[in-house]
């Protein structure tokens, strides 16, 4: 089963706006992670958002997690054409800490 | 500090055949994991070793194994290739084992089965 689900699948903004892309899992967390991926190329750890916090802010990343509806969000501010990337939220599978499960990831293109 | 290094960076290979790759961690690093990501999608775990050991192994047939070296680094085979097993490869390292630590991924072996 899909436990890290992320939403859109793919998004285009203009250089300078906000993007904001979603994570829906399925099982209780101790913590959610969110990665990025530029094409072809391994994947680069951005955030930890432990179960018990509700934001946490990296430059101009935030991420907020909401427990009770099993949902997390990744803001990117003043977005730059170098954020061009798939980003992946990726928690614990079914079979709890054992198991690490990527979203498919959204594809963010932002224009020039 | 050397980052996650993988090897080699593309591997053609026909059905059938074998595939080994590797993957070096980061110096410290103990816990190495290995993923399958297929053309377009997310990463499907395969393999999770620490301090040696088969710590637990995602849904995938036994023709795919690994070992970890006394040196922290990994190998990952993959036996009686089939044409479903073009992917990338990624490899990840992070300094403590489980899931509360950040993983630092490699930038892959690209397999393609001919």
């Known amino acids: 089963s899909q436990q890290g689900e992320e939403d859109p699948q793919a998004l285009s903004i203009q250089e300078g706006e906000n993007a904001t892309m979603n994570c829906s899992y399925k099982t209780s967390i101790n913590n959610l992670q969110w990665y990025r991926q530029n094409s072809g190329r391994g994947l680069v750890h951005l955030i930890l958002?432990?179960?018990?916090?509700r934001e946490k802010h990296s430059g101009r990343l935030r991420v907020t997690l909401d427990t009770s509806k099993k949902s997390s969000s990744l803001l990117i501010t003043a977005s730059r054409a170098a954020d061009t990337a798939s980003y992946f939220c990726?928690?614990?599978?079914?079979?709890?800490?054992?198991?690490?499960?990527f979203g498919p990831g959204t594809r963010l293109s932002v224009l020039p | 500090e050397a980052g996650v290094t993988q090897s080699p960076t593309h591997l053609i290979k026909t059905r059938g055949q074998q595939a080994t790759l590797r993957c070096s961690p980061i110096?410290?690093?103990?816990?190495v994991y290995w993923y399958q990501q297929a053309l377009g999608l997310g990463l499907q775990f395969l393999l999770w070793y620490d301090e040696g050991e088969e710590r637990n192994r995602g849904n995938f047939p036994p023709r795919f194994s690994g070992r970890q070296f006394p040196n922290y680094s990994s190998e990952l085979n993959v036996n009686a290739l089939e044409l479903e097993d073009s992917a990338l490869y990624l490899c990840a390292s992070s300094s403590q084992t489980g899931w509360n630590q950040p993983q630092h991924f490699g930038d892959g072996t690209r397999l393609s089965i001919l």
């Open positions: 990726a928690t614990e599978g079914d079979n709890y800490g054992q198991n690490f499960v």
């Open positions: 958002i432990r179960s018990n916090e």
């Open positions: 110096s410290g690093h103990t816990s």
